[in-house]
């Protein structure tokens, strides 16, 4: 189904095709440990019966329409401090590497990609940890290409938006080469830069909106700590941070 890609220096050269799973992260995180596997390596699914989401949500996707993958890193020289930096320029490369296909994309906190206030895609990074540092992360990917009828409320497909079937191979290309840009730009310690290419794809960046912490709220995001907190101004003047779980949209105001 996929073929080795030209267009990278190390990530998707070598794929593993599966024609159906549970879990392409669990098969991935299966062979990091069996040392079967090196770094850049995809595994990708035709079929993935139970993809893991954020929050233990399933993601939904019809066989053979979408790309559900999981992509093999080997951050070592991160500090377990900085591992949110490593979702923040994924999330950017997966975004970029989509912009070929559709304009006005943005990131829902943490790593859900929304247009027009609807779920295109999302990921799950689940990162190992070895001392002070990370050891290995296995990020899993599931984007909406071909599918047009979904169960799930609100969901959407980049052939919803252009009215065109795409080629899969070609869209899991453009994903791959702009996220290895972005994982070389974090081995040169670009935190800045990330931080602040993160910050302004965010989904209702600056923008008031009613949320619900317990009681609702209008409230607008302000930015997101280095340990990935949402930080929040409410409208009486309150600043705080959110972890996941602790906050969810109401609204758009």
């Excluded at 098969?27 to 079967?36: F, I, K, P, T, Y």
């Excluded at 993601?59 to 979408?66: F, M, V």
């Excluded at 990162?127 to 599918?147: A, F, P």
Aim: charged fraction near 20%; include cysteine; proline fraction near 1%.
């Amino acid at each position: 189904m996929h073929k080795i890609l030209a267009n990278t220096v190390f990530l998707g050269k070598e794929i593993i095709n599966l024609t159906d799973c549970h879990s392409t992260n669990e098969v991935a995180l299966s062979m990091v440990r069996s040392g079967l596997i090196h770094e850049g390596a995809v595994v990708i699914a035709y079929n993935q019966t139970k993809g893991k989401g954020q929050r233990g949500s399933q993601w939904e996707s019809s066989p053979g329409l979408n790309l559900t993958f999981s992509m093999v890193l080997f951050p070592t020289f991160l500090s377990i401090n900085d591992q949110f930096i490593l979702n923040m320029a994924i999330a950017i490369g997966v975004k970029q590497g989509l912009n070929r296909y559709v304009n006005d994309l943005t990131v829902k906190w943490p790593n859900d990609f929304y247009y027009d206030g609807k779920k295109l895609g999302g990921m799950l990074l689940e990162n190992r940890i070895k001392g002070q540092y990370l050891d290995h992360s296995i990020i899993g990917l599931g984007i909406n290409v071909n599918q047009t009828d979904f169960k799930t409320r609100g969901a959407i497909s980049l052939k919803d938006i252009t009215g065109t079937e795409l080629d899969l191979n070609e869209v899991l290309s453009e994903i791959l080469r702009h996220v290895e840009i972005w994982y070389r730009h974090l081995q040169t310690k670009s935190f800045k830069s990330i931080k602040e290419t993160y910050q302004n794809m965010l989904y209702l960046f600056d923008k008031w909106a009613t949320y619900d912490d317990g009681e609702i709220f209008s409230g607008k995001i302000t930015g997101v700590g280095n340990f990935g907190h949402l930080e929040m101004s409410k409208q009486n003047g309150e600043q705080i941070r959110y972890e996941l779980k602790q906050i969810r949209l109401i609204r758009n105001d």
